[in-house]
């Protein structure tokens, strides 16, 4: 079946019961067995729950994966990934990742003794000295929060390959519907699906791919041992958004490009990200990983002053001052206040997060009314 087809239909079946067309929301928190240890599959629900089988499935069968897995946000499923390995073992991730990333990896697990290496990634050779008897994975995110550099997935795996070492992918910018890094050899794939997953800005929720079956196996023990498991009413909602996923993006797209080349001619404006630009730096490799190029964009302003940037983000109308994306209402943000605050300036500073940076996250509202908002908050 092709993808608009999955989105609706893969890992849904109507209720036998009642022949609701729908996913029953199963509300419950435990599950009668036939005798001690006998039963359908379910016994407690932070282990397993209907709705959220449903979903599993099929978010697994839009990143073309054997197995998926939902966790209680994007964090829980980031979490999960880092407690495969070991202290001592080592993590070479992308330098300019997001500012959530940075704060679990360097706070939390970098205690424990699993050590992190960052390095600019869209040119894969730079891993290469970084590698070493310790190194256990690669952390990818392509796009990048926020500056959108683009990072060759496949030269990626060819490194991880030859040097016996995970690869993970963040998709959550790109969203199965225009990227699937399973496919281009990656070992892991992740969502922050309260994004364009779930695309209403009414849940919170990550997700794990794999076709790894030890990895799988791994990796729901953690999830199952460690508990960040979403509800049942979660995994509806995000049943529900998924099924208008491909249109949505569609539409995320479209206006994305309109306002990447607004931006671009406007005075006051100095450099705009945004991977579908001929000149944005691998291009060529969005091009080829990529079915479109999305609706993130980043840009800064002429002068680079704080206050400018500020008084921008606050004027905006029809783009809410709000972190978060992929939701179907548009949203700006202040990187370096906001979702980054947490990496030491100098640090995002080197990555390209300076004070005029805004990001954002384009939605599906009407393209003009959007042009129209930025435009009046720019003068």
Known sequence: MEFATRAIHAGQEPDPVTGAIMTPIYQ??????ESPGKHKGYAYARGKNPTRTALEQCIASLENARHGLCFSSGMGASDAIIK??????????????????????????????????????????????????NTKMLWVETPTNPMMNIIDIEACAQIAKKNNLLLTVDNTFASPYLQNPLNLGADMVMHSVTKYLGGHSDVVMGAVCTNDDKLHEKLAFIHNACGATPGPMDSFLVLRGIKTLHVRMERHCSNGKAIANFLRSHPKVDNVFWPGFEDHPNHAVAKKQMRDFGGMISFTLKGNKLEE???????????SLAESLGGVESL???????????IPKAEREKAGVTDSLLRLSVGIEDVSDLIADLKQALN
Do not use: C, W
Not at 332 to 342: K, L, R, V, Y
């Open 84 to 133: 495969l390995l070991n202290p001592g073992d080592e993590v070479i991730a992308t330098y300019d990742l997001y500012g959530g990333s940075y704060r679990m990896f360097m706070q939390v697990f970098a205690r424990m003794g699993i050590k992190f290496h960052f390095t600019d990634m869209a040119i894969a050779e730079n891993m290469i000295p970084l590698i070493n008897r």
């Open 332 to 342: 700006i943000g202040h990187p370096a206040t906001m979702t980054h605050a947490s």
């Open 28 to 33: 419950t928190s435990t599950y009668v067995q």
């Open 309 to 319: 940037a500020f008084h921008l983000a606050s004027k905006t109308k029809v783009f």
